[in-house]
């Protein structure tokens, strides 16, 4: 009788599950997804050091909007202040505009970061 070692069991979940997931974000992405939509799943994805599917949703952005969030996540007070926001995602995915991004940058918005620190211990609970 044919038996299936546990490595290959657990590299077959593995694919599945992979499998599974590009599907549906795949499925989820024929309509167009928003720019904190995005952000969160490069985040995700981040995260979890899943570089082929964080450089999936990299794909999705245009090229000023690509280097735009490249800009954000430079800025150590930005990019923490956006990553708070990750527990709360509806407030990134409808009000994030990525492509306005550097006008923010180019004034040295740094209110930003700090309203968002403001707002962290609401976050965080």
Not at 49 to 76: A, V
Request: hydrophobic content about 35%; glycine content about 4%.
């Amino acid at each position: 009788m044919f038996e299936v070692s546990n490595d290959l069991m657990r590299h077959s979940s593995d694919t599945n599950r992979e499998l599974k997931t590009c599907l549906i974000e795949e499925y989820a992405n024929e309509e167009k997804s928003t720019d904190g939509e995005i952000y969160c799943k490069i985040r995700q994805y981040h995260f979890e050091q899943n570089l082929g599917f964080e450089q999936r949703w990299w794909t999705w952005l245009t090229p000023q909007k690509s280097k735009n969030l490249k800009q954000l996540l430079r800025h150590d007070g930005y990019r923490a202040a956006f990553d708070a926001f990750l527990r709360v995602p509806s407030l990134l995915e409808e009000g994030l505009m990525l492509g306005i991004w550097h006008k923010v940058a180019a004034v040295r918005c740094d209110e930003v970061s700090g309203a968002v620190y403001r707002f962290r211990p609401l976050i965080s609970k």
